[in-house]
């Protein structure tokens, strides 16, 4: 899919359709080239200089035309061109922008216009941005950090992925990291050109290396061993809802959308795959999944429908265990049910159908379930009650998971070490090295070949490092990052 960038590229910026305003983004070699389809307003005959002077990153009013030789031509439309120099550009190429009327035959008109022009072609999904990745304009977390941007649907999305994209501050942390145990190397390196010196070998490898290496294992280590919030930001925090089959969780699912989403019927069965519905809750991202009622069945597809709820449950990074208040048997056992390390919400529905003395005994089981360190609430999908109440116990919850205690600058950290599975592959690569290098340290210590060894595992572990930000392998990571993008991005 790697195309040379001496093509100049160019590709509609604002999405396709209807709207006041659509943007062609133009880069590459030639593009002041397109600069040839604009004309002063008025026409080729009035005064000239439109075009061919723009100053940078200035908007210019002026015509559209479809090239040198329609001059006469009635104009496609009339709006603005921006040219962008290179390097000072997204791309780090020259760009031109033309901005003209969103509709989609102004858009058509446009882009078949600059076809028409030599070298020109159609950009594909993320080029511009992987040319400006090629040109040191952004690092490889800060491209992802745009395409979250492009994607954002909650305010936390929208914040973290601005933090990525703009301060770079994924990267500073990378090549801290990194810089660190380039130096570390550099020490083994040194001490094995002493090596005659065995004293001074072992001494350097001793004090500054070891006690160097493991403090910076042990920080990744910790990254590795927090709470995922940066990819939970990204992604939504999973919840599903599972339970007995009528205990309401269809309905519980459509009170949370605010629609009817999932059908709701008085028959036990009637959820047989599980149904996604996105919400924001506390402008954080949550996803709910509504999944078959659990029970013993000779049914294949119900069966399917249950293995699918249980797969669920234990994907969720919170449970919400539904039960009918009214029938005591509706109630599952969790202990059952692989949950360990899961929020648990024990949810009690129905509530408008109970009686005074179930309403007393199920307050009783309440606060046995909440002593057990369960959060509980009792509701009734039907009249709404206790719904605002459980909807902020879990806004609650899900807040929790993507934030962290009081320490506001080590809750951006830890947010921002990690939040593509990208990065915690290669952070847990470079904790392996770092182990390795440790135990050949041990294993002979201060000899000639061990700390070539330990040098070698330490570089291992930084180029690991380097593959987040693309300082090394770039090639293989390209495709992965860039691919998410649309076109004309
Ligand atoms: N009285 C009362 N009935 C409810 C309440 N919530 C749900 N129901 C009724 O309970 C029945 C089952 O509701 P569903 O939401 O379909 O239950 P479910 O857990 O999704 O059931 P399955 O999909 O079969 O597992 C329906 O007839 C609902 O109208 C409630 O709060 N009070
Ligand atoms: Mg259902």
Redesign the pocket.
Known sequence: MRRAARETIYALATARGRAGVSVVRVSGPNARDALRLTRPPGGANSSDGAATAAEHGRLRLVEFARGDAARDEPPIDVGFVAVFASPRSFTGEDVVELHAHGSAAVQRALMDALGTLDNFRVAEAGEFSRRAFRNGKMDLTQAEGLADLLDADTEAQRRQAMMLSRNAAQRSMYETWRKELLTCAAYCEAALDFGEEEDIASDVVERKVRERVKALRDTLQKYLDAPARGELIRRGVRVALV??????????LNALAGRDA??????????RDVLEVSLELGGYKVIVS?T??LRETEDDVEKLGIARALERAEDADVVVA?ADATNDASNIDLKALNLSKKTIVNVW?????LSDGQTRELMEIENETAADGYETAV?????GAGLDGFISTLTRIVAQKCTIGDDASDANDSTLAITRSRHRVNLARCVASLDAAVARARASSASASALELEAEELKLAARALGRVTGAYDVEDVLDVVFRDFCVGK
């Not at 999932?262 to 959820?271: D, E, F, L, N, R």
């Not at 529905?349 to 159908?353: C, F, I, T, V």
């Open positions: 339970g007995s089959p009528n205990v309401g969780k269809s309905s519980m999932a059908i709701v019927s008085p028959h036990a069965g009637t959820t509504d078959a009622g539904l529905n129905k509530s408008d159908a509701v009734s999908c039907l009249t």
